[in-house]
């Protein structure tokens, strides 16, 4: 079963994307490097509580 989550930069904190992850097969947090429009640059995005 697919969980949405929300990704949260991690400089700034702001949270920006959202996405669907499948929990059967990923057990830890995602993280993703994304444009963060509050930072003006790429950065990494982590996935929240």
């Known amino acids: 079963m697919r969980k949405k989550v929300i990704l949260a930069c991690i400089e700034c904190h702001s949270r920006n994307y959202s996405t ?4 059967s097969s990923q057990s830890e ?3 993703v490097r994304k444009y963060c429009k509050r930072c ?3 950065a990494l995005h982590r ?3």
């Open 20 to 23: 669907y992850t499948n929990r």
């Open 40 to 42: 003006g640059a790429h």
């Open 29 to 31: 947090r995602l993280e």
């Open 47 to 49: 996935e929240t509580k």
